[in-house]
């Protein structure tokens, strides 16, 4: 029956097998969604670059580079302000980075303001 499973996404293990709508690895015990994973793959192949070409990944930082408006704030986001720990998201109008920024907290920008640090 894993013959046509896939392997775990932890730790690589051939022996998956399926508990109702999970697949479940008995090495390391990580249950996880096969919808999950397919379109995690989809997700996967499609490239965000910043605003000078270069690939973005999760958990990259960033350096904003133009300073931003931000609603509610009277001073926005300067250039030059570092974000640590990237999550790229599939956002609304662009807005591709799911991140927090300190003294704005959580928000999501456009990875055409910002280039890899």
């Not at 775990?8 to 022996?15: D, K």
């Not at 999970?22 to 793959?41: I, M």
Request: some cysteine; hydrophobic content about 35%; aromatic content about 4%.
């Amino acid at each position: 029956m894993s013959d046509n499973l896939s392997p775990c996404p932890e730790c690589s293990g051939a022996y998956t097998y399926e508990m109702g709508a999970l697949l479940v690895c008995p090495g390391c015990g990580h249950e996880w969604s096969p919808a999950a994973e397919s379109a995690a793959g989809a997700s996967g192949s499609r490239m965000i670059k910043d605003a000078v070409g270069n690939v973005l990944a999760d958990g990259d930082t960033v350096t904003v580079v133009r300073t931003l408006k931000v609603k509610g704030s009277p001073s926005g986001i300067k250039a030059g302000t570092k974000v640590r720990n990237i999550r790229l998201v599939d956002g609304v109008d662009g807005h591709d980075i799911d991140c927090r920024v300190d003294g704005f907290g959580a928000m999501q920008l456009k990875s055409s303001v910002v280039k890899k640090a």
